[in-house]
């Protein structure tokens, strides 16, 4: 394992995760996370802390209800409103 | 317009939560919310079938902002510097993507899933706002980058410096609120 191997798959372990990289380089990063024992506690490390902001993303706040229906009502009454464009 | 009802209104919550980081009040927020859907409603006859709904809407919502903003002449200018500070420095070679003292303490890093939610949440807003607005799009509203390029009006590379860098900085936040809230135990040496 080369130390620029290494570099480069680390550079790239969140585009890796977030799904960005396209076919052949996300193959390329596996590979090297796979076999290298360097690189793969990273993977690791970074996998638990995306899962732990996925959980907490679900726990966010929701819109407060008045504004879902005032929202609401202020669709209804634009659809009913004559085309003007 | 029943398909803007099934693929816009469902990220109404979203939207708010974005509005309310963008105007830091309530109040102003549901204006900017409403502003939003009202526009979007009107244009969406310009939005494409199947591409991401919640990015589009998310565009929409900073332009509204933005343009009410600039009828303040002087938060238009504080806008503006924000947005000239780009992170033109990609990321180094040899940059390291965790905070390396958790890191070296759990590099399962399990400790992350003992952290409640508002701890979780609490410390991305406690983010830099350039570092938190790109790791909330990504992590908590599951934005791809070229959308969280589009809605914050910046280059590809900068999404990935600021995710790259933020979320370091996030792992560092969380890592110290676990230590002063004793889910991690560090012993002297
Ligand atoms: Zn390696």
Redesign the interface.
């Given at each position: 394992m080369t130390r620029t191997d290494c570099?480069e798959a680390?550079?790239r372990?969140?585009?890796f995760l977030?799904g960005?990289l396209d076919a052949a380089d996300a193959a390329a990063v596996r590979h090297h996370m796979e076999v290298c024992a360097g690189c793969y506690?990273?993977l690791?490390?970074?996998?638990?802390?995306?899962?732990?902001?996925?959980?907490?993303?679900?726990?966010?706040?929701?819109?407060?209800p008045e504004?879902?229906q005032?929202?609401a009502s202020?669709?209804r009454n634009?659809?009913l409103k004559p085309h003007n464009h | 317009?029943e398909s803007?009802h099934q693929e816009a209104?469902p990220h109404?919550?979203a939207?708010?939560?974005f509005a309310l980081r963008l105007s830091g009040s309530?109040a102003d927020a549901?204006d900017l919310?409403?502003e939003t859907?009202?526009r979007a409603?009107?244009a969406w006859e310009q939005y494409t079938p199947g591409t991401r709904a919640k990015s589009w809407l998310f565009t929409i919502c900073r332009n509204v902002f933005l343009r009410q903003r600039k009828r303040d002449r002087r938060r238009d200018e504080t806008v503006r510097q924000a947005a000239n500070e780009v992170d033109t420095n990609g990321?180094q070679?040899?940059?390291?993507?965790?905070f390396t003292t958790a890191?070296q303490y759990?590099?399962?890093?399990?400790f992350?899933?003992s952290?409640i939610?508002?701890g979780?949440?609490q410390a991305?807003e406690n983010l830099p706002p350039d570092f938190r607005d790109a790791?909330v799009l990504?992590?908590?509203?599951?934005l791809?980058?070229a959308e969280i390029a589009d809605v914050l009006g910046i280059p590809i590379g900068t999404v990935?410096s600021r995710?790259?860098r933020g979320?370091r900085l996030l792992?560092r936040q969380?890592y110290e609120y676990a230590t002063e809230s004793g889910y991690v135990q560090v012993n002297p040496q």
């Open positions: 570099l680390l550079a372990l969140y585009e977030d960005e506690p990273f690791q490390f970074c996998g638990s802390f995306q899962d732990a902001l996925h959980r907490a993303a679900k726990g966010q706040p929701a819109a407060p504004l879902r005032r929202i202020l669709l634009e659809g | 317009m803007f209104l109404l919550d939207v708010y939560r309530p549901e919310v409403q859907f009202l409603y009107r990321i070679a040899g940059e390291i993507p965790v890191y759990d590099p399962e890093g399990q992350f899933a952290i939610d508002d979780i949440l991305i790791v990504s992590d908590l509203e599951g791809a980058y990935k995710l790259f979320r792992q969380l």
